[in-house]
């Protein structure tokens, strides 16, 4: 039995043996896994896109070097407290995010601050208190009163607008409705009373930078007060989604107030969506992912998210001998865990404690244990009669906890009821082994990053985060939960605590880049930067001024190449939904022909509609082009051709302009591959019917058939003078040479291998809404789809529009798919993105100039005009020094000009016929 006793142990010391080499095994594997994460992030590092080699580290520009930055907040700058001793003001800077930011930009600009002090000052000491914040803050204070204070900023900002922007309705309950006007009235007082105190100090060219929702209205009013001004707008916590935001009576007024400035500013993308989903449904107004357009002005709106200054955490020696005293006071084996909150209901601190009394009642190993430093300052809320509730359900929840599981040695939560100083906090979270996040609904979480910037040196914590606060995406090492499942938190904690070293390093270094590239001073360059951008952009957009027709004739005049491109509807005539009723006037038809009839001019007009119809309105003009469902279709315009000197017939051009019959006449047939009506008929084509000149032939057309093909239907026509000859010719001003009338070119599609699979899921859907909106049009083109209200009730036709746009952008977001919803015109469009005038244009410059390498300034006068969205995209790809881009109506457009109507419209293609006739007859 020895040998056997002997050769059992043999085998467990190789087991034992063989075990150790594996777990030496997994280390090393670990070991190199970390060192190639470590490498690849470096790599990732040097390509950031915001590194320190590549910020722009110098001051803000501003037109004049005496112009400064003024920032106006409520409470980031400082607060004021009362000294126990001698009853005197202590000043304490703020240490947010926001101000390290600002703090950055002071170092090269002058930065001024417009703020509430943090406290209550009696009329008798407002003077010294102003004069010592000026001199040694640069800080200019806006005093309220105790009744204003209490409506202004407890009553309204924290329990009214505070909790419904963290989509916590509840927590409003009845005070939502209780006094509200009172409460607002007082929240526009205050404003008020910003807007006189930045006018004390503000001087054309000064950059206004407004931080969140206590003062929303204030852009607006500084707007009004100086419309030249540049200002941004801040918002630090969340905008909910409209079905939160449109429980507020004055959910207008306060979005308008925002809309003041150039640029808003969020933590997040999904923040964004929201706000430009409540400027649809509740302004109306027409917007894309990154603009707004409101009021004449172009509002752009930007997401940075906020971060921390990381050097300030660094581990100072004064900052380690108060880790030493920690290390002291925690008991053998003891592990930290740490929560820093704010007293608020979104903050999540309840479901903290919660979390920590299921962990020790089903983690029992963790008794005696575990230790919790939850640290929850108030920032003054308590005087809110909710704060003073939630404070209360703190005390017992800490008390239960500590009760049942706390004994004479051991107290599980350690409970600061107060800010403790920021040394002490950075010690604190140096050597926590978890820090705990658990916030309901949150902008975004610094402590969160001031825990991470601790542990530089260490990295042995673990960040438990909730998947509800802000930037929870990008915090790739975290341990991600939701707050509201107790089991799931208390989990988490439980795998952070037994997490191994290498990993810990491992998700440390992941947090670490993220906090150190996404930092307060980025936050600052970028926002700066973006401002002045939107401001430069706004300024570009809004220039608009009146069209200086005599100046334009001048240039026309001169010019020998021209180029025309026109939109349709609300531009050659006034828009109508149904296609029917939208057909040109006779007289912008003689217009079109006798501008086309000049060898000099190229004449287009680019329009949403379909083919057949631009086919039928202007399908005799053969040296018109025609771009149809916003260049999907493209006709171009025929080009004249020189005549043989035997056979020329001289005609004039003036007197003898080509009639529409008789090119219908000489045409053996038009094939329209668009949808067409069942029956066509003389009615229906008035400008085709016999010319009433007697100066002129008279003809008679019929409808010889209409026939239906594989390529839709087929609209034929037949002359009875079939034997006319085809060919005429004139003489063109200043050419020798004589040319013959071209004849109409052949559709072409300019698009083919754009995706269309979207088509039928978003027809099913347009029938739906055009089946519960009365008077509402469907009209299904080859690439698009567009819905009509124009004839259906306003208020609910317009409200159908935005719940339609914000469904389809939802829905199509992955899809290459433009969505476009135009309030002057009441329609929604659905289209490929890359189907737009702007392209259309550039294959219209492409054909005319015979090359791919065209250029607008192949031309010496080109006149763009348009009215709508659609046509802003035609009007980017024409500016330069020989175009004059012109929107229809006084609205926000990249074009340079603006008339008041079609009709003037008219007129100025009128006079320069009226300069070509002259032209020709002084020839």
């Known amino acids: 039995m020895q040998p056997m006793e002997g050769s059992d142990k043999s085998v467990a010391s190789s087991a034992s043996t063989a075990n150790n080499t594996?777990?030496?095994?997994?280390?090393?594997?670990?070991?190199?896994?970390?060192?190639?994460?470590?490498?690849?992030?470096?790599?990732?590092?040097?390509?950031?896109?915001?590194?320190?080699?590549?910020?722009?580290?110098?001051p803000v520009p501003m037109a004049h070097e005496t112009n400064k930055i003024i920032v106006c907040s409520v409470r980031r700058c400082l607060r004021m407290v009362k000294t126990q001793d001698d009853d005197a003001w202590q000043y304490i800077i703020s240490e947010t995010g926001f101000r390290s930011a600002i703090d950055y930009l002071a170092k090269r600009n002058t930065v001024e601050w417009i703020t509430w002090p943090g406290a209550v000052v009696d009329e008798s000491s407002q003077d010294g208190v102003r004069r010592k914040l000026e001199s040694e803050f640069n800080c200019h204070p806006v005093f309220l009163s105790n009744d204003i204070l209490d409506l202004f900023y407890n009553q309204f900002c924290n329990e009214t607008l505070w909790p419904l922007f963290h989509s916590l309705s509840q927590r409003s309950d009845n005070r939502l409705l209780e006094n509200f006007h009172d409460k607002y009235e007082a929240y526009c007082l205050a404003n008020q009373k910003f807007l006189e105190v930045v006018s004390e100090v503000y001087k054309d060219g000064d950059l206004v930078l407004?931080?969140?929702?206590?003062?929303?209205?204030?852009?607006?009013?500084?707007?009004?007060?100086?419309?030249?001004?540049?200002?941004?707008?801040?918002?630090?916590?969340?905008?909910?989604?409209?079905e939160f935001f449109q429980m507020l009576s004055a959910r207008e007024s306060l979005l308008q107030g925002v809309l003041g400035a150039d640029l808003v500013v969020f933590n997040h993308f999904d923040y964004v969506r929201h706000f430009l989903n409540a400027c649809t449904r509740m302004l109306g107004l027409e917007s894309s992912p990154s603009r707004v357009e409101y009021n004449g002005r172009l509002v752009s709106l930007g997401i940075c998210p906020m971060g921390i200054d990381p050097p300030k955490y660094a581990i100072t020696p004064s900052i380690k001998d108060q880790v030493a005293r920690l290390a002291k006071q925690k008991q053998k084996n003891m592990k930290i865990l740490v929560g820093v909150h704010t007293l608020d209901f979104c903050k999540g601190i309840l479901e903290m404690l919660e979390a920590m009394d299921y962990l020790l009642q089903h983690y029992p190993e963790y008794r005696g244990e575990v230790q919790l430093y939850a640290i929850v300052r108030d920032y003054g809320r308590t005087a809110s009669c909710q704060y003073k509730i939630l404070s209360r359900q703190v005390d017992e929840l800490v008390g239960k906890v500590n009760g049942k599981y706390g004994t004479a040695e051991y107290c599980p939560i350690r409970y600061f009821k107060r800010a403790i100083p920021l040394e002490q906090l950075i010690a604190l979270y140096n050597v926590a082994d978890v820090a705990i996040v658990s916030s309901i609904k949150e902008g975004i979480n610094l402590q969160a990053m001031e825990f991470v910037a601790s542990q530089k040196d260490t990295g042995h914590g673990v960040l438990v985060y909730s998947e509800f606060a802000g930037c929870a995406s990008s915090f790739q090492g975290a341990l991600l939960v939701n707050p509201m499942h107790i089991e799931q938190v208390a989990a988490s904690i439980d795998t952070a605590l037994k997490m191994n070293p290498t990993t810990k390093r491992i998700r440390h270094e992941q947090l670490s880049r993220y906090v150190n590239t996404y930092t307060s001073t980025l936050w600052s360059q970028r926002t700066m930067s973006a401002l002045n951008q939107a401001a430069a952009m706004a300024k570009d957009y809004n220039r608009l001024e009146k069209l200086d027709t005599a100046q334009l004739l001048g240039y026309y005049e001169r010019s020998q190449r021209r180029m025309f491109l026109l939109d349709h509807d609300g531009t050659l005539n006034n828009y109508k939904s149904m296609s029917e009723l939208a057909e040109p006037s006779a007289a912008v038809l003689a217009c079109l022909e006798e501008l086309s009839a000049d060898p000099r001019n190229s004449v287009y007009i680019i329009s949403g509609r379909t083919k057949y119809w631009l086919e039928k309105w202007y399908g005799h003009l053969a040296r018109v082009g025609l771009a149809a469902e916003h260049g999907f279709w493209f006709r171009p315009a025929a080009r004249f051709s020189p005549v043989p000197a035997a056979g020329r017939v001289q005609r004039s051009i003036i007197n003898n302009i080509p009639d529409p019959i008789d090119e219908a006449d000489n045409s053996s047939g038009s094939s329209v591959d668009g949808v067409a009506p069942t029956s066509f008929n003389i009615g229906q084509a008035q400008h085709l019917a016999p010319s009433s000149d007697p100066t002129r032939p008279?003809?008679?057309?019929?409808?010889?058939?209409?026939?239906?093909?594989?390529?839709?239907?087929?609209a034929q026509e037949s002359s009875d003078e079939e034997d006319r000859s085809s060919t005429r010719s004139f003489t063109p001003i200043?050419?020798?040479?004589?040319?013959?009338?071209?004849?109409?070119?052949?559709?072409?599609?300019?698009?083919?291998?754009?995706?269309?699979?979207?088509?039928?899921?978003?027809?099913t859907i347009l029938e739906h809404f055009t089946e519960r909106t009365p008077g509402s049009l469907l009209d299904i083109k080859d690439c698009s789809c567009t819905w009509h209200f124009r004839d259906a009730d306003s208020a609910f036709g317009l409200k159908q529009a935005k719940n339609m746009q914000l469904h389809f952008d939802q829905m199509l977001r992955d899809r290459p798919v433009a969505v476009v919803m135009c309030r002057i015109k009441k329609y929604v469009t659905i289209r490929p993105w890359r189907v737009n005038k702007g392209r259309a244009v550039s294959r219209i410059l492409e054909y005319e100039c015979e090359s791919p390498y065209f250029s607008p300034s192949s031309f010496d006068f080109i006149l763009s005009i348009g009215d709508e969205r659609t046509d802003e995209d035609m009007f980017n790809v024409v500016q330069g020094s020989n175009s004059y881009t012109v929107t229809v109506g006084h609205k926000v457009s990249r074009a340079q000009y603006y008339v008041e109507d079609p009709d003037e419209v008219l007129r100025v293609l009128t006079a320069c016929n009226a300069l070509s006739t002259t032209d020709r007859q002084t020839m």
């Not at 008279?698 to 087929?714: E, K, Q």
């Not at 013959?740 to 083919?752: K, N, T, V």
Request: charged share 20%; aromatic share 8%; hydrophobic share 35%.
């Open 22 to 58: 594996g777990t030496s095994g997994e280390s090393n594997l670990l070991d190199q896994l970390q060192d190639l994460h470590r490498r690849l992030a470096g790599v990732r590092q040097s390509s950031q896109r915001y590194n320190a080699s590549t910020r722009n580290t110098g």
């Open 734 to 763: 200043n050419h020798k040479e004589e040319f013959s009338l071209p004849e109409a070119q052949p559709w072409q599609c300019m698009f083919s291998d754009v995706e269309l699979e979207w088509r039928h899921d978003v027809e």
């Open 698 to 714: 008279s003809s008679t057309m019929s409808v010889a058939s209409v026939a239906t093909t594989a390529g839709g239907t087929v």
């Open 210 to 242: 407004v931080a969140d929702y206590q003062l929303m209205h204030l852009p607006a009013l500084l707007r009004r007060r100086f419309p030249e001004i540049t200002c941004a707008f801040y918002l630090h916590c969340p905008f909910p989604s409209s």
